[in-house]
C-alpha cells in the first residue's frame, strides 16, 4: 500500500490542469468548480490501481490557508504549526484587565496622543517579506529571513517578526502632520519567532514600537544651491533649537539636572532610576553615525530617545515597587548597550537587573534615512525603538513565566485590574518533569569537517586553556550560553557570533527545530529546552547533542505516564525529520 499525491491547478476560466506527482507526464482528468488555486490531494493505493477511486483531499496540506480572516496561497515556504495559528488572532492587547492590554495602555501613557504620538493598533499578523525584511534594509543573506527563525505563509509573506514591518507605513503617515500635529506614534502588535523555549521567549509575543521625528531643514529646490545651503543651515540650526527645547520638556532630564518637574504630580522619587551608559553616544567603527547628521543632532536625539525610555521604565519600576514587586530600597537598575540593526544607527538595546540576571527589554536607535527618505520624510531625523510587552509586564507584575500570558484560566485573569498593580500570586506552583533527549547527529560529512575545525579553531584560539574538554564536549557555561536564544536575529538584531550559530544549526538541524517540535508536541506543558551535552565522536565522525525538556503544566500535576507519552512522540518526530539516531 502506498501513498500518491495529485497536484490540481485550477485556473480563473475554469479550465483545469493537472498533474500526478508522482508520475510526471500523466494527466488525470478531474473537473470540480472551485476557486482559482492549488489544491492538494492524496490517495491510497492498494494494488491494483484503481484509476476511478476517489481523490481525498489533503487538508492539511490544502494549498489555500486563511489567516485571521484573509486567504493566502502556501508554497513549499509554508511552515506555520497549528499551535501557532491557534493563538492568532486572541489580541490579548485588547483583552480588559488582562496584564498584556494593562501594560500596553501604561506604555501609551508615556507616549500620548496629546504629546504628538498617534497610538496605533495593527491586527492582522501577515505581512511581506518586503514589509518585514527588504524595506528595512535587510541583506538578502540575512539569517533573519531564514525558515529557521521565521514562519512563512509563502515565499512573499510572512508572520510579521517585528512591529518595525509597519515602519515606513507609520513614518509615511507622519509626513503630512510632522510640522503640525502628530511627529510621532506608537505601534502595538503581535509578532512571531521560531525561537528557543524557556520563561521569557515564546514563539508568540506581543512588541511595541515607538518612533519620534524632527524636522531638520527644507531642500528648497527654487534657490540656487549657495541659497539653499546657507537657508538650509539656518533652519537647521533652528531645529537644533527646537529639538534642545523638547529635550529639556523631559521629565527625566529635568529630574536629572535638579529642575523641577511639571507636571508636579510626578513624584520626584518615581524617576530614581539608575541607568549605566559607559559607551559613547557613537563609534565610527561598530555602531556609526549616518552621513547625513551631525554629531550634535545625534547626540541630543539619542540622549531624548534614552531619556524618554528611561522614564517609562521608571514609571514601570515605581509601579512595582510600590505593589511590594520588586525592592523599594534601591534604585532600579537598567543598561544601555550598543547594538546593530539594519534599520537604524547608531542602535542600542536597553537591558533591566531583573530577579538577579539582565533581562532585555528593548532594541531602539536612530532611524536610517533611507527609510525615512522612502517615507517621504527625507529632511527629517528619528528615533525608534521596539520593546517586548511580556518582558515588561513580567517585570510590572512579577510574572514568572511567559506561557502564563495565554492562560484562561481565571486564577490567572483574575489578579488583574486596570488602575491597580498588585503581586502576582502563583496559584500553586505544579512539579517540573524533565526528560533528556540524547541522540547522534545523521553523519554529514561536510558538516562535521566544518564543525571539527571550528572546535579546533576555538581551542586554538581560546584564552582559557580549553573549551572543549575530553571527546569535544563543551564545557557547561559554554551550553548554557546558546540555551539563551540570538532571538533578534529575526528582527535584524545582533547575529550570533559563528561558533554559537554552528552550535544551533549543523547537519539540516537546528535548535530552533526542536524547539518547534516539543511546542508542537507539549503545547502549553513545556517550561525550556537547554542543550545540556553536545560532543564529537572522533572514531565514529559524528556528533551527539543530549537536551533536556522540562514539562511543567502552569494549571495541574502532569504525570510521569504523560511526560513519557510526549517524549516519546518528539522522538519518533525527532527521528522522522532529521534522520537522528535516538541514544
Ligand atoms: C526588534 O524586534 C527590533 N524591531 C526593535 C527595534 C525597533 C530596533 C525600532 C530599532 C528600532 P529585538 O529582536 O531585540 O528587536 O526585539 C525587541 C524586544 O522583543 C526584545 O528586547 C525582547 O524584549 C522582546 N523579545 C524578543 N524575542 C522574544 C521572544 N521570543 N519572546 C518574548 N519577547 C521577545
Ligand atoms: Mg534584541
Known amino acids: 500500500m502506498s501513498n500518491r499525491f495529485l497536484l490540481l491547478t485550477v485556473t480563473r476560466c475554469q479550465s483545469t490542469t493537472t498533474a500526478d506527482v508522482d508520475r510526471v507526464g500523466s494527466t488525470w482528468e478531474l473537473s470540480p468548480s472551485r476557486p482559482p488555486g492549488l489544491y492538494l490531494y492524496e490517495q491510497t493505493i492498494q494494488p491494483p490501481l484503481d484509476r476511478n477511486k476517489e481523490w481525498q483531499p489533503l487538508v492539511d496540506r490544502d494549498i489555500n490557508c486563511a489567516i485571521d480572516g484573509k486567504k493566502y496561497s502556501k508554497d513549499q515556504h509554508y511552515n506555520i504549526p497549528k499551535q501557532i495559528l491557534s493563538h492568532v488572532g486572541r489580541r490579548l492587547y485588547l483583552q480588559p484587565n488582562h496584564p498584556l492590554c494593562l501594560t500596553r495602555e501604561l506604555i501609551e501613557s508615556a507616549f500620548r496622543e496629546g504629546q504628538g504620538f498617534n497610538n496605533c493598533l495593527e491586527p492582522h499578523p501577515v ?12 541583506p538578502a543573506d540575512h539569517p533573519g529571513r531564514s525558515k529557521t527563525d521565521t514562519y512563512y505563509v509563502n515565499q512573499d509573506h510572512v508572520l510579521r517578526t517585528h512591529t518595525s514591518a509597519h515602519e515606513l507605513k507609520l513614518f509615511r503617515e ?12 506608537t505601534l502595538c502588535a503581535d509578532v512571531f519567532r521560531r525561537d528557543s523555549v524557556d520563561r521569557s521567549h515564546y514563539p508568540i509575543f506581543h512588541q511595541m514600537e515607538g518612533a519620534r521625528a524632527w524636522h531638520l531643514a527644507t531642500a528648497h529646490e527654487v534657490l540656487s544651491p549657495s541659497e539653499r545651503a546657507s537657508k538650509a543651515g539656518f533652519e537647521r540650526q533652528r531645529n537644533l533649537e527646537a529639538m534642545k ?16 518637574l511639571y507636571p508636579s504630580t510626578l513624584h520626584q522619587a518615581a524617576l530614581d532610576l539608575k541607568a549605566e551608559d559607559p559607551n559613547p553616544t557613537y563609534d565610527p567603527a561598530t555602531n556609526p553615525l549616518q552621513p547625513s547628521h551631525t554629531a550634535e543632532e545625534v547626540e541630543l536625539v539619542a540622549a531624548h530617545l534614552k531619556l524618554s525610555v528611561e522614564f517609562l521604565i521608571a514609571k514601570v519600576f515605581r509601579q512595582a515597587q510600590n505593589a511590594g514587586i520588586i525592592s523599594a530600597t534601591e534604585p532600579p537598575r537598567v543598561r544601555w548597550i550598543p547594538t546593530y540593526f539594519p534599520f537604524t544607527s547608531p542602535s542600542w538595546e536597553l537591558e533591566v537587573w531583573w530577579r538577579d540576571e539582565w533581562l532585555e527589554i528593548l532594541g531602539c536607535g536612530i532611524s536610517k534615512q533611507e527609510l525615512l527618505v522612502a517615507s517621504g520624510i527625507s529632511e527629517s531625523i528619528a528615533w525608534a525603538w521596539g520593546i517586548g510587552i511580556e518582558r515588561l509586564a513580567m517585570l510590572l507584575y512579577g510574572i514568572p513565566d511567559i506561557r502564563l500570558f495565554w492562560s484562561k484560566d481565571l486564577r490567572f485573569l483574575g489578579q ?10 502563583e496559584f500553586s506552583k505544579y512539579p517540573a518533569c524533565y526528560k533528556d533527549v540524547a541522540f547522534w547527529l545523521p553523519e554529514d560529512k561536510n558538516v ?3 564543525q571539527q575545525s571550528e572546535q579546533q579553531s576555538e581551542q586554538q584560539h581560546s584564552t582559557t586553556p580549553a573549551l572543549a574538554t575530553e571527546e569535544g564536549h563543551l564545557p557547561s557555561e559554554a551550553l548554557s550560553t546558546f540555551s539563551v536564544s540570538s532571538a533578534a536575529a529575526p528582527a535584524g538584531g545582533h547575529v550570533s557570533p559563528p561558533s554559537e550559530d554552528a552550535a544551533k544549526a549543523f547537519a539540516g538541524f537546528h535548535e530552533n527545530d526542536l524547539a518547534e517540535i516539543v ?3 507539549a503545547g502549553p506543558l513545556v517550561e525550556s529546552v537547554t542543550l545540556v551535552d553536545d560532543f564529537y565522536h572522533e572514531g565514529k565522525g559524528r556528533r551527539s547533542l543530549c537536551y533536556r525538556i522540562n514539562y511543567r503544566s502552569l494549571e495541574r500535576t502532569l504525570t510521569n505516564f504523560e511526560a513519557n507519552q510526549m517524549q516519546e512522540e518528539v522522538e519518533a518526530r ?3 525529520r532529521f534522520g537522528v539516531e535516538i541514544r
Open 127 to 138: 505581512v511581506t517579506a518586503k514589509e518585514n525584511f527588504d524595506d528595512l534594509g535587510f
Open 245 to 260: 527645547s523638547d529635550l529639556q520638556l523631559l521629565p527625566m532630564w529635568r529630574y536629572r539636572n535638579g529642575l523641577s
Open 519 to 521: 511546542r508542537d508536541v
Open 416 to 425: 488583574f485590574e486596570k488602575g491597580k498593580v498588585t503581586s502576582f500570586h
Open 174 to 185: 507622519l509626513q503630512h502632520d510632522l510640522s503640525t500635529g502628530s511627529h510621532g506614534y
Open 574 to 576: 525527532l527521528k522522522e
Open 448 to 450: 562535521n569537517e566544518t
